[in-house]
């Protein structure tokens, strides 16, 4: 099992990203799949959830309205569509999945909204 983040970089506020997480060694569409972020001496916090469905969402309060979490199964892919980028939001961003109940963590990418 794998997972790889991409599509991190630095933004100014107010601007927009979209993260990817390419996975291997399974099928996402069997599974839900989260978005995590850590900021700088907090701890990781959830961010928002695809189900297996593809079609249940759920997100952290201070993200609904700006981010968007879907996948393509054709390219076993999450994404997270982030728009109306804050300040707040700068972190390191993972995707999580959990298989057979043992967790999967991607190395992370890093986003930075500076102006």
């Known amino acids: 099992v794998q997972l790889v983040e991409s599509g991190g970089g630095l933004v100014q506020p107010g601007g927009s990203l979209r993260l990817s997480c390419a996975a291997s060694?399974?099928?996402?569409?069997?599974?839900?799949m989260r978005w995590y972020r850590q900021a700088p001496g907090k701890e990781r916090e959830w961010v928002a959830t695809?189900?297996?469905?593809?079609?249940?969402?759920y997100y952290k309060d201070s993200v609904k309205g700006r981010f968007t979490i879907s996948r393509d199964t054709a390219k076993n892919t999450v994404y997270l569509q982030m728009s109306s980028l804050k300040f707040d939001d700068t972190a390191v961003y993972y995707c999580?999945?959990?298989?057979?109940?043992?967790?999967?963590w991607g190395p992370g990418i890093q986003v930075t909204v500076s102006s």
């Open positions: 999580k999945a959990v298989l057979v109940g043992s967790p999967y």
């Open positions: 695809i189900g297996s469905d593809g079609a249940t969402t």
């Open positions: 060694g399974f099928t996402i569409s069997s599974y839900a």
